[in-house]
C-alpha cells in the first residue's frame, strides 16, 4: 500500500523536515498569536475599572437609583462591554 500527503515534495525530505517544523511551530505557535494580541491590545480604550471608554456615558446616564431591573438588558445591549 502507498500513502501520498498533499505537501510539497521538499517538505517530505528528510533533511528539511527539522527546519520546517521550526518554522511552523514560530508561525502557529508565535507569530500569529502574536499579531492577534499586537491588534486587540491596540483596538480597545479602558479605563482603571477595566470598562470601555465608550460605554462610561452611556452608564452614566442611564443608571440610576430609579433602575427597573426589567430595563438592565436594554442598558447592556446599548453598551460596547458587559
Same mark, same amino acid.
Given at each position: 500500500?502507498?500513502?501520498?500527503?498533499?505537501?510539497?515534495?521538499?517538505?517530505? @525530505?528528510?533533511?528539511?523536515?527539522?527546519?520546517?517544523?521550526?518554522?511552523?511551530?514560530?508561525?502557529?505557535?508565535?507569530?500569529?498569536?502574536?499579531?492577534?494580541?499586537?491588534?486587540?491590545?491596540? =483596538?480597545?480604550?479602558? *479605563? *482603571?475599572?477595566?470598562?470601555?471608554? *465608550?460605554?462610561?456615558?452611556?452608564?452614566?446616564?442611564?443608571?440610576? @437609583?430609579?433602575?427597573?431591573?426589567?430595563?438592565?438588558?436594554?442598558?447592556? =445591549?446599548?453598551?460596547? =462591554?458587559?
Amino acid at each position: 500500500m502507498k500513502l501520498a500527503i498533499g505537501l510539497p515534495k521538499f517538505l517530505l @525530505e528528510s533533511t528539511n523536515a527539522v527546519p520546517a517544523l521550526v518554522i511552523s511551530f514560530i508561525l502557529i505557535l508565535v507569530l500569529i498569536p502574536g499579531i492577534f494580541f499586537y491588534l486587540y491590545s491596540n =483596538s480597545t480604550s479602558k *479605563d *482603571d475599572s477595566k470598562i470601555l471608554a *465608550d460605554s462610561i456615558p452611556i452608564y452614566q446616564a442611564l443608571l440610576n @437609583e430609579n433602575l427597573i431591573f426589567m430595563n438592565l438588558p436594554k442598558i447592556l =445591549s446599548l453598551t460596547t =462591554s458587559f
